[in-house]
Nanobody
């Protein structure tokens, strides 16, 4: 049984940083695709970033490149999302998701079978 637990969300000021964690159990992050998605109030789900394969290929939404960094700790079976220079428009519930290892861009939500409960990120001005 796959379980994904997000943590690290909270209230942050614009310009500050947060690091989200997605601890996975029931599947190895090294041989899976792990994605971060977010959903702001009144908006649809948006792909943020993903990491796939044992070599850790990473992908980012174009609008977030340079501010967000995804990484993994294989020993902890955990994937992180480092978010820098936060903006109020980053306010959303952030979800991590897991799916099969995928050779190409893994930002498609259809690739993912399992989802965490989400962690709230609120960025104030």
């Amino acid at each position: 049984q796959v379980q994904l637990v997000e943590s690290g969300g909270g209230l942050a000021q614009a310009g500050s940083s947060l690091r989200l964690s997605c601890e996975a159990s029931g599947l190895p992050v090294d041989y899976s695709s792990i994605g971060w998605f977010r959903q702001a109030p009144g908006k649809g789900r948006e792909a943020v970033s993903c990491i796939t394969s044992s070599v850790g290929r990473t992908y980012y939404a174009d609008s977030l490149k340079g501010r967000f960094t995804i990484s993994k700790d294989s020993a902890k079976n955990t994937v992180y999302l480092q978010m820098n220079s936060l903006k109020p428009e980053d306010t959303a519930v952030y979800f991590c998701a897991a799916g099969e290892e995928y050779r190409y861009n893994c930002l498609l939500s259809e690739l993912y079978d399992d989802w965490g409960q989400g962690t709230q990120v609120t960025v104030s001005t």
